[in-house]
């Protein structure tokens, strides 16, 4: 039983440029989170979504950030003209409905 | 503000010497109290979640339990591939159905043979 996958496992953008960072969540999951991390801070919560609804986005940045869960394929968050204070992991996370969550390995974003 | 604050920031035993860690929260209604174990350059790994004050689960050398103000991940006779970031969230009362994770900065464990 695959846990939850992301890829690509490390991304380096230049500024300005569009990173995308996906997400497929476990099987039987349909419940996806994103969290990011910084350099020696906690992990923080981005966006909640479940299978093409966004059911709260209230980490998320109001400009530049926006992520997806399609029907069909894995969850897309999406940040649009990176800048350097973007860098950071993106971890994402899966549930069922008992509300365990599970994480993926990450994908560490370097802005250059 | 919904608060997880976790201590020590860093800790550092010998082989066989036991500790406890320690989450204290201040939030608005909690859900569940979650514990993870993160290596470096890895995603968080699930370990314990606790819905109740008093309840109390074990994994091996791991003890978690929960007061209405705080919770301990108690470890062991811990070995030295204890040694990892554990990290400590809650999980707040639904708002719109929100199921979000609220973390501390995590306790960083050196366990020396």
């Known amino acids: 039983n695959a846990g939850v996958m992301q890829n690509p496992r490390h991304l380096v953008r230049r500024r300005g440029q569009e990173a995308r960072l996906r997400c497929s969540p476990m099987?039987?999951?349909?419940?996806v989170y994103w969290y990011r991390q910084l350099p020696e801070e906690g992990l923080k919560f981005m966006v909640y979504l479940q299978k093409e609804n966004i059911i709260d986005e209230s980490g998320m940045p109001k400009e530049r950030f926006s992520a997806e869960f399609p029907k069909e394929g894995p969850s897309i968050l999406r940040i649009q003209q990176v800048v350097r204070g973007d860098s950071a992991a993106y971890f994402c996370a899966s549930s069922s409905r008992v509300f365990e969550q599970y994480f993926g390995p990450g994908t560490r974003l370097t802005v250059t | 503000e919904d608060q997880v604050t976790q201590s020590p920031e860093a800790l550092r035993l010998q082989e066989g010497e036991s500790s406890s860690l320690n989450c204290s929260y201040t939030v608005s209604g909690l859900r569940g109290l979650f514990w993870y174990r993160q290596d470096p350059g890895k995603g968080p790994e699930f370990l314990f979640t606790?819905?109740?004050a008093g309840e109390e689960k074990e994994k091996e050398r791991l003890k978690a339990t929960l007061t209405k103000k705080e919770s301990f991940l108690h470890i062991t006779a811990p070995k030295p591939e204890d040694s990892a970031t554990y990290l400590c969230a809650a999980m707040l009362s639904s708002q719109g159905g929100s199921e979000k994770l609220v973390f501390g900065k995590g306790t960083k464990l050196t366990v020396n043979p």
């Open positions: 606790l819905y109740s």
């Open positions: 099987k039987g999951h349909s419940h």
